[in-house]
């Protein structure tokens, strides 16, 4: 995990007292917000692969989790644009992703937003990242960069 990396700059760590909840690293750079999750869920057994059945129902966990922030008041106009898999260059699968638009309760205009979750070990390793004012373009270009830099960093 980095201090900095493309303009972002590493917030105060934070980790969890919830077993399960492991810690998260927030990072900041213009309009662009970041979090770094790196926990276990108490998943058992823990999966091997991100494809598998076990870590594919945690994504969906992870997609209903937006949605009920949509519900808890902290998003409005929640969209599932897509999910996709991200490949290494042996064309193995080392993220699942879901990409929303969304609009933040302190945002003027309906921004994008990214879930991304991989396995590191016996760890998840989630990345967050949304934007008000990046286009779309801009945006899926720092992801897929963004992306690219923590699997370097967790070894897929």
Not at 37 to 57: C, R, V
Not at 92 to 121: K, M, P
């Amino acid at each position: 995990v980095y201090d900095s990396f493309f303009g972002f700059t590493a917030q105060d760590f934070h980790e969890y007292s919830e077993p399960g909840f492991g810690f998260i690293i927030p990072y900041h750079h213009d309009d662009v917000e970041l979090d770094a999750y790196i926990y276990d869920s108490d998943i058992e057994p823990f999966p091997d692969f991100i494809t598998d059945a076990i870590a594919l129902d945690h994504f969906d966990q992870v997609i209903a989790a937006v949605f009920d922030g949509e519900r808890q008041g902290i998003y409005r106009d929640v969209e599932l644009v897509s999910q996709f898999y991200l490949n290494d260059n042996m064309d193995r699968v080392d993220w699942v992703c879901a990409r929303f638009n969304l609009r933040f309760s302190n945002w003027e205009s309906t921004g994008n937003s990214i879930s991304c979750i991989a396995i590191s070990g016996w760890n998840f390793l989630k990345i967050r990242m949304s934007s008000e004012t990046l286009s779309d373009q801009e945006f899926d270009n720092l992801a897929l960069r963004v992306a690219s830099i923590f699997a370097r960093s967790a070894g897929l």
